[in-house]
């Protein structure tokens, strides 16, 4: 199992950017799927960013276009570029890895992940 820890959240302008990282100490993360989900006060945890262990990337609707999910093998971290951020990207964000298979239909299921972070901090606001 995963122990991943999720850094570079704040609070930003809305139009900002901000670029999340996740890493993990012991497991090679190239290998897992890995998402990213968010959860804003009061409200579920929905998928955002997915990507699977070939390098296929993955977006929800709400972000596409401004989203931007990568991988660097060598550092073991995925990273969430986040540009023109609004109000409601307003979320406490997770990094979730999965060492099983997972399907493009069921990727959005937060149960589907066996490894979670501890989530960071977005705070979009002027």
């Known amino acids: 199992q995963a122990q991943l820890v999720e850094t570079g959240g704040g609070l930003v302008q809305p139009g900002g950017s901000l670029t999340l990282s996740c890493t993990d100490s012991?497991?090679?993360?190239?290998?897992?799927?890995v998402g990213w989900f968010r959860q804003a006060a009061g409200k579920e945890r929905v998928g955002v960013s997915w990507i699977s262990s070939s390098g296929g990337t993955y977006y929800a609707d709400s972000v596409k276009g401004r989203f931007t999910i990568s991988r660097d093998s060598v550092e073991n971290t995925v990273y969430l570029q986040m540009n023109n951020l609004k109000p409601e990207d307003t979320a406490v964000y997770y990094c979730a890895a999965e060492a099983g298979p997972v399907t493009i239909a069921r990727m959005t299921d937060p149960g589907l992940f066996e490894s979670w972070g501890q989530g960071t901090q977005v705070i979009v606001a002027s």
């Open positions: 012991g497991l090679a993360l190239e290998h897992f799927f």
